[in-house]
């Protein structure tokens, strides 16, 4: 089944520094990658998420690339502010067929 | 914006007690899941309901847990005989769509075995 290693497990940045988080997957048939931001105590948030069959997305501070040759995909975010600070888990999954397989997450410290 | 429902928030129960979790998918979803947090550790993936049956489960699914629609609204996770390790977070999700896109987690449902 799919496998989904996900690094660091925890990452400290200076407000206003990029955080770049990266995750590999072993499944070459799996085609949908979401990222999620959890914050202490609630429920995974989806933040963004990007397919197969491109490379990059953005939105705003946050963007996502994917390299399916060599099996992974990174989140970045640009200009972290102090409520960027959460737990963030990367997944994987083949669209329409099966359930999400998480990381083991990164907790990103942002310090003001 | 619509929201995926859990009761209770918070459950404490003594080791060997059944505990019912429930959930109100949104209501246009057709996908149902159960999926499990353990303190300070990765979101697992326990069972999929589909059309009134399990569609996919873990191998953490095993006979102590059950699921059910009872009605038209409720989604149910059942563990039979609870053990200390069940402890955990447990998160239902529904999607309109199989397979990851589209998922809305629920709050959560802390489940404490004493």
């Known amino acids: 089944g799919e496998n989904v290693e996900q690094h660091p497990s925890t990452l400290s940045v200076q407000e206003g520094d990029s955080a770049v988080i990266k995750c590999t997957y072993s499944?070459?048939?799996?085609?949908?990658f979401p990222w999620y931001k959890q914050e202490l105590g609630k429920r995974p948030q989806l933040i963004i998420d990007i397919r197969s069959n491109v490379g990059e997305k953005k939105d705003q501070r946050i963007a996502v690339t994917l390299n399916k040759t060599a099996k992974h995909f990174s989140l970045h975010i640009t200009e972290t502010q102090p409520e960027d600070s959460a737990v963030y888990f990367c997944?994987?999954?083949?669209?329409?067929?099966?359930?999400?397989?998480f990381g083991k997450g990164t907790r990103l410290s942002v310090i003001a | 914006e619509p929201e995926v429902t859990q009761t209770p928030s918070h459950q404490v129960t003594q080791m060997g007690q059944e505990v019912i979790l429930r959930c109100v998918p949104i209501s246009n979803h057709l996908y149902f899941y159960w999926y499990r947090q353990i303190l300070g550790q990765k979101v697992e993936f326990l069972v999929s309901?589909?059309?009134?049956?399990?569609?996919?489960k873990s191998e953490i699914f095993d006979d102590q847990f059950s699921v059910e629609r009872p009605d038209g609204s409720n989604f149910t996770l059942k563990i039979r005989s609870t053990k200390l390790e069940d402890s955990a977070m447990y998160f239902c999700?529904?999607?309109?769509?199989?397979?990851?896109?589209?998922?809305?987690f629920g709050s959560g449902t802390r489940l404490t075995v004493v």
């Open positions: 999700a529904s999607s309109e769509v199989r397979g990851g896109v589209g998922y809305t």
């Open positions: 499944d070459s048939a799996s085609n949908y």
């Open positions: 997944a994987a999954s083949k669209q329409g067929n099966t359930p999400l397989v």
């Open positions: 309901f589909y059309n009134n049956e399990i569609s996919e």
